[in-house]
């Protein structure tokens, strides 16, 4: 489903990183990461081609606002997965894909799978 995508996730909680991972990995995805801040994102990014990234709004308990603005200025897909649901009018849903946490990773792979496909 997810073959050859690369897959950049950003994500501060280390066992659901892992989950996501696997999960990602066993669709066909190489992940790039997990990382658990933005720097460290905003690193990969400059350096590697990406095809999508996955973020938590929230990263090493500060919100991302680098991230998203970069990724909206290279047209670069991506979805948030959070812990706590955003607002429809938050800047960081628009245009943005929003799942919470505990993921099903049925859902959570179709989800990955929509988004590549635009």
Not at 1 to 7: A, F, N, P, Q
Request: proline share 4%; aromatic share 6%; with cysteine.
């Amino acid at each position: 489903m997810l073959t050859g995508c690369r897959v950049l996730l950003a994500e501060t909680d280390y066992f659901v990183a892992l989950e996501m991972t696997l999960s990602l990995q066993q669709a066909g995805a190489a992940v790039l990461g997990p990382v658990s801040s933005e720097d460290a994102a905003l690193g990969i990014l400059l350096r590697d081609d990406v095809d999508l990234v996955i973020f938590n709004a929230e990263l090493c308990k500060e919100r991302v606002t680098l991230l998203p603005a970069w990724l909206a200025q290279q047209e670069v897909a991506s979805m948030m997965v959070n812990d706590v649901e955003l607002r429809s009018s938050d800047p960081l849903c628009q245009g943005r894909r929003q799942l919470l946490h505990p993921l099903r990773y049925p859902r959570f792979q179709k989800a990955v799978a929509e988004l590549l496909e635009r």
